[in-house]
Structure formats: structure tokens, C-alpha cells
């Protein structure tokens, strides 16, 4: 497990800042839920937590380690998108072991890890299954648990839900609090939908144009908004 540190990180795509400086601090096993317009720069800042992306300037701290120049891989973070990038020719099984596979574990390794994943998440009845054979909310479950072999420090979540009806979005969202629950592992997770936020959040941060509006706690934010874009997103009725 991992806390995580941003201090004033940047983000320029050539003369456009997209990220204006974000100074922000997770403990060890916070549920962080980013919300914001589209195109406010959640899934930037995320892709730079991950390394998928370089910052422009400042530093990312996970565990107390600067990774700032660090590789993904050697992160100790998993990232799942809303779409789940599955293998289609690949099993339940062979996909949830990937990551594991391509770190060269040994075989029996990554059967163990791939069983306490299934367990976890309810799927050890698929793990034969290719992911046509599956409901989307299955493979999205699939998509988290190649996350969970890993056994990363911080778990980070680009609207997951987004691709699933009304119905599915209520039971994964009890889910990933679950899993939240269980593991006790840091997340970071961005959405857009306000139920989300309020109900998974142990604090919420609200972004705009690339930098912090407010943080606060769920009802914080609900009772105590700053300003009308703030009570716009968390939906105080006022
Ligand atoms: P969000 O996830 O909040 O919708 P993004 O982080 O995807 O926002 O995008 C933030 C801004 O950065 C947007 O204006 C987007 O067009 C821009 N952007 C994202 N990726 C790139 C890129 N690779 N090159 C240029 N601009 C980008
Ligand atoms: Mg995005």
C-alpha cells in the first residue's frame, strides 16, 4: 500500500497548459474521487500518476518515493479504463494473468494470483470464457482484476462505469467499494457521475481548467461548496 503526493505538476501539450499546477496529498488507503467538466484534465493527471504520460513539471511521490522520472512498470500502480482493453482471443484467465506473464513470473505465481483475483471478484465460474462471452459488467470485473494481480500500491480508476447501464453502474459501484474495503489499497478514481463521488469518496476533488477548485469530504463539498461550480458538481440543492 501507498500514499501519493503531487507537487505543483504541470502539463503543456505544446503552447496549452492542460495541467496548471496541482498540489495534492492521498494517505495510504484514501478513496479519491476526481470530478470536473470534460476535458478539465482528470484523465491527464491520472496518465501522469501512471506514467503513461510525462509530467512538464513537478514531482509525483508514491510511498514516499519520487517517481517522477520513473517507468510505469515500476510504479506499483494499475490503471483501469472505461474501455476494458481486453484480449478478445485470450480467456478470463489469460487475461487477467497477463500483466504477470509479461513480467515473467513463474507459472504457479500467477495461477495463485489469478484464483484470489477470481475469488475477489466473483468470477471464478468465467475464467474459461473469451470476454464475447461475457456482460460488459463482467468484463469490466475482468478488467479490474488484471489490475488486482499485481497487488499495486495505488489503484487508478478512468470512469470505469461509464460504458454501463444505469442497473450495472449500482452493483459495480458496491463492488469497487468492496474491493475498496477488502484490499485497503489507495484509489484514485475519476467520474463524472455525482452518486458515485458522494457515495465511493473519502474526499473529493474538484477540478477545473487543470487546477483544484476545492477538496473536501462528500458532505463537505454537498454543505460547504465554495462557489456554484463547486455545488454544480456535487449537487447541493441551493
Ligand atoms: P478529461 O479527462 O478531464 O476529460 P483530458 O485529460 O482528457 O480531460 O484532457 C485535458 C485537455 O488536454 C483537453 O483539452 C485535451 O484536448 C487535451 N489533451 C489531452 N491529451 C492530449 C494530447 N495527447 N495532445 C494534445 N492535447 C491533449
Ligand atoms: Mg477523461
Known sequence: MAGLSLQSVRKRFGETEVIGGVDLDVADGEFVVFVGPSGCGKSTLLRMIAGLERTSDGRILIGGRDVTDEDPAKRGI?????????????????????????????????DRKVAEAAKILHLEAYLGRKPRELSGGQRQRVAIGRAIVRQPGVFLFDEPLSNLDAELRVQMRIEI?????????????????????????????????????????????????????VAGFIGSPR
Open 78 to 110: 494499475a490503471m483501469v479504463f472505461q474501455t476494458y482493453a481486453l484480449y478478445p482471443h485470450m480467456t478470463v484467465a489469460t487475461n487477467m494473468g497477463f500483466p504477470l506473464e509479461m513480467a515473467k513470473r513463474p507459472k504457479e505465481e500467477i
Open 177 to 229: 467499494a468492496r474491493l475498496h474495503q477488502e484490499l485497503g489499497t489507495t484509489m484514485i478514481y475519476v467520474t463524472h457521475d455525482q452518486i458515485e463521488a458522494m457515495t465511493l469518496a473519502s474526499r473529493i476533488v474538484v477540478l477545473r481548467a487543470g487546477r483544484i477548485e476545492q477538496v473536501g469530504a462528500p458532505l463537505e463539498l454537498y454543505e460547504n461548496p465554495d462557489n456554484s461550480f
